[in-house]
């Protein structure tokens, strides 16, 4: 996992959490999901990429994922 | 600092400027090698360049990359309907298309967005509301129609995820909208600096009286007028509350500066998700600080449409963000947007702006509505200035008021002879959106337009 944000800083404990939750949901994406799960886990996922981007913790777009 | 922080974003809202660019730069690297992977237009555009991510080493390197306009982007949609070459994604890879409200009479662009976008587009808008005091449990209503003009769409789903109870005002009429404001005790409303003025009039005559509502915040977006002075006083006079301008467009998808709670005379641009530079409009080389000059934008948000340096034809006035003392590393735009390049009209010689004769107009209270109207008398350009005044008000006095306007429009626009002419009641335009006040009728045949 990465240690650093996009400026070289190290992450804090709430930014690995988080970046923790964020590679939990992209994994969860890539999975053959009933359409309950999918649709909400994709979602979810919109929201903390939001939220790992905007710390600068990562960039990038989630196309290939349908989010 | 936790839930009780000024900012929406702590982290990247107080770096300083050597490390916001860093930030910008590796954000920079990541879209533009994106954009040359994923976009037809992006593959092709940089080939024809000579242009590769790789030589992105500073942000100067930034101007490396020809800039985008809306005519690109139009021509593109023209050829490859319905959507061009810009988007990295087709309609089955998107959740949602808006428009843009055509006010160039080009007709309308299309703009895709994903799921994933859609949480960026209102994530700008949180960066407004909270910075400039929103906050749970106040009630906001959202005064817009709720169409395909992608307008306060962002600041609706903001509101909600920033926790406040929204009361979204869509298909109703001036009237219904005031007293709803009124009944549901909304402290916050978001509309276009014109419509809170056509709210503030439609109260009156209803015979309620808005500084007596609860309403602290008033969002303004969609017009210049936002950040004229004397536009946003009487605002806030009408209202009894402080009006705070934001402004974005179709083209990004939401917002790109909002001003803050210290009220600093203009808008922080989100420098996190974007690169805003300013250009001399002619020359394209950038002008330094406290010179005028064009909005050219590049965006980290959208992933269905990269936009690099795209000209916006907006004209700013960009001040290092020391000017305010709210703590932000973003810079400011001095008095918000300051006019559209495309919007000023020349008249025998002399560059007319809309906003600077709003600005004018707005001076005089008596005045409810006014409009310009540009013609062409033989080979000689004629202006007007129609005014519908408030009901009620003393018009023995017109004279005097017309001979004040004529004087001082003349005094803002180099001598230029400006006929004020006194319009009936209800004679002109009301706008709920973007307000076109400004006519030109010299290309167009007698008759066929106001």
Redesign the interface.
């Given at each position: 996992m990465t240690i650093e944000d996009l400026i070289g800083s190290p992450l804090t404990d709430t930014e690995k959490r988080l970046l923790g939750v964020y590679c939990e949901l992209k994994a969860l994406c890539g999975e053959d999901l009933d359409p309950v799960a999918a649709a909400n886990v994709r979602a979810a996922l919109a929201l903390m990429h939001t939220a790992v981007c905007s710390l600068g913790l990562v960039y990038e777009h989630l196309s290939d994922l349908g989010v | 600092m936790g839930s009780d922080s000024p900012y929406w974003?702590p982290?990247?809202e107080t770096l300083d400027r050597e490390?916001l660019e860093?930030?910008q730069l590796?954000?920079l690297r990541?879209?533009c090698d994106?954009a040359a992977a994923?976009s037809p237009w992006y593959k092709r555009a940089f080939a024809q360049s000579g242009f590769s991510p790789d030589q992105l080493r500073s942000l100067a390197d930034l101007r490396r990359i020809e800039p985008l306009t809306r005519s690109d982007w139009m021509a593109s949609q023209a050829e490859h309907p319905p959507y061009g070459e810009l988007p990295?994604?087709d309609g089955a890879?998107a959740i949602r298309v808006h428009t843009t409200s055509g006010t160039t009479g080009q007709g309308p662009l299309r703009a895709l967005d994903?799921?994933?976008d859609?949480?960026?587009i209102a994530?700008m808008w949180c960066y407004a509301l909270w910075g400039c005091g929103v906050r749970p449990p106040d009630t906001a209503y959202v005064a817009f129609g709720y169409g395909s003009f992608i307008g306060f769409w962002g600041l609706h789903y903001a509101v909600e995820k920033v926790g406040v109870l929204n009361v979204p005002g869509g298909a109703q009429s001036t009237e219904a909208r005031v007293r709803q404001i009124v009944d549901f005790e909304a402290t916050v409303v978001a509309s276009t600096p014109t419509y809170a003025l056509r709210l503030a009039q439609e109260a009156h005559s209803l015979g309620l009286d808005l500084r007596e509502s609860a309403v602290e915040r008033v969002i303004l977006s969609g017009e210049p007028a936002g950040s004229i002075p004397v536009t946003k006083a009487l605002i806030e006079e009408q209202w009894g509350a402080k009006a705070f301008d934001t402004a974005g467009m179709t083209e990004i998808g939401t917002i790109m500066v909002f001003e803050c709670a210290h009220q600093p005379g203009g808008t922080h641009i989100i420098e996190?998700?974007f690169i805003e530079e300013v250009l001399d409009p002619d020359s394209l080389a950038p002008v330094g600080y406290g010179e005028r000059g064009e909005r050219v934008v590049t965006s980290?948000g959208r992933?269905?449409i990269p936009l690099l340096r795209y000209r916006t034809a907006d004209l700013v006035c960009r001040v290092p963000a020391a000017r305010c003392s709210c703590g932000r590393g973003f810079d400011i735009y001095e008095g918000g947007i300051l006019g559209r390049a495309d919007d000023m009209k020349l008249v025998r010689g002399t560059n007319v702006y809309p906003r600077a004769i709003e600005a004018v107009v707005r001076e005089h209270l008596e005045v409810d509505e006014f409009q310009t109207r540009i013609t062409r008398d033989g080979i000689r350009d004629e202006i007007t200035l129609l005014v519908e005044l408030k009901p009620g008000w003393d018009s023995s006095r017109w004279d005097r008021l017309a001979d004040d306007l004529h004087r001082e429009l003349g005094l803002a626009f180099e001598g230029l002879n400006f006929r004020i002419e006194c319009a009936r009641a209800g004679e002109l335009p009301r706008f709920e959106l973007k307000a076109k006040r400004t006519v030109d009728l010299r290309d167009v045949p007698m008759g066929a337009a106001r």
């Open positions: - | 974003n982290k990247t490390r860093a930030l590796a954000k990541r879209q994106w994923r990295t994604i890879g994903s799921r994933k859609w949480a960026w994530e996190d998700h980290f992933g269905a």
